[in-house]
């Protein structure tokens, strides 16, 4: 089990920046992998960026260019750095560790952090 807890949401303008962090109960070095997931109203869960144990990242296409996933090991803390933001990046931001048991996911989650981009 792990608990993970976002902070940083918060409402900017269109073209601002935010960054949002997600503090582990315990080591993240322990998980394959941590990412940031959100959610629109009226829309799915999408990936937003991930780092794998290795450092290797993944981004969606809408937010290359304009955010970073980094990790802290040391902190067991996973940050977003968002910058150039627009409206539709408004949602509810989750943090998310998953654990590979041979073939099994095992997802944990944080309880989400609202960010609102205003036009």
């Known amino acids: 089990q792990v608990q993970l807890v976002e902070s940083g949401g918060g409402l900017v303008q269109a073209g601002g920046s935010l960054r949002l962090s997600c503090a582990a109960s315990?080591?993240?070095?322990?998980?394959?992998?941590m990412g940031w997931y959100r959610q629109a109203p009226g829309k799915q869960r999408e990936l937003v960026a991930s780092?794998?144990?290795?450092?290797?990242?993944n981004y969606a296409d809408s937010v290359k260019g304009r955010f970073t996933i980094s990790r802290d090991n040391a902190k067991n803390t996973v940050y977003l750095q968002m910058n150039s933001l627009k409206p539709e990046d408004t949602a509810v931001y989750y943090c998310?560790?998953?654990?590979?048991?041979?073939?099994?996911?095992?997802?944990?989650w944080g309880q989400g952090t609202q960010v609102t981009v205003s036009s």
């Open positions: 315990r080591s993240i070095s322990s998980f394959n992998t």
């Open positions: 780092i794998h144990s290795g450092g290797s990242t």
């Open positions: 998310n560790a998953r654990l590979w048991v041979g073939a099994l996911p095992f997802d944990y």
